[in-house]
């Protein structure tokens, strides 16, 4: 889970034409693989074992393993292909997997699952057009990073949210006041998005 990257089609988890020197077996890219790994068993620890504390754990360490390997990347100067490849591909696991999951469970209604998943679907839209013209991303929006923000941090919230108890009673409206504010962003940004891309569509020659 990402909260201090973005699955932004210009955010820092975007590949980009640059490579790296850096070999693509280091602890930044292990970490991601690690987040990867998380998808799978937070999947069954909420769904088949019903044991919300620990995939809440899981959330947690997740966002947190996020955190650290681009911190890691940028502080040992090992930021290669792979890693700008494994990055963005666990957060979009995320955001696809963990509101289903949460459907499933009664924990979010399904409109709201419907507009995340669907954004995700409709902002896919702008790539084939980028790459027609020789662009393979949009420059980064900070809003939008701020959107993924809040919805990383609105999950797990709202998971907690479902607990018998005085941190659940705390953290339902919390969850709820951040997935709503990063709703709003993050539906903005798509907009702000395709805007761009039909501007680069109209201004750019297509590429061969």
Known sequence: MNTSGSTEPGGEGAPSDRGSASSPVNVPNALSVLRLLG?????????????????????????????????LARLLNQQTRLGELL????DRLYMIAIPIAFGVREILPWWVIGLV???EVILA???PLLRSRGLT?????????????????????????TFDNALGAVMHPLGWAFLLWGLGMYWW????????TVLVVRR?????
């Open 204 to 208: 750019l020659p297509r590429v061969r």
């Open 137 to 161: 991303a949009l420059p980064t929006l900070y809003l939008g990073k701020a959107a993924t923000m809040a919805l990383m941090y609105a999950l797990p919230m709202l998971l907690a949210g």
């Open 87 to 90: 990055d963005p591909a666990a």
């Open 125 to 127: 839209g702008t790539v």
């Open 189 to 196: 940004t798509l907009v702000l998005y395709w805007c761009q």
């Open 117 to 119: 998943i669907g954004r």
């Open 39 to 71: 998808v799978p068993l937070f999947l069954w620890l909420l769904l088949v074992q019903h044991s919300d504390a620990w995939a809440l754990v899981v959330l947690m360490v997740s966002g947190f393993t996020d955190w650290l390997d681009g911190k």
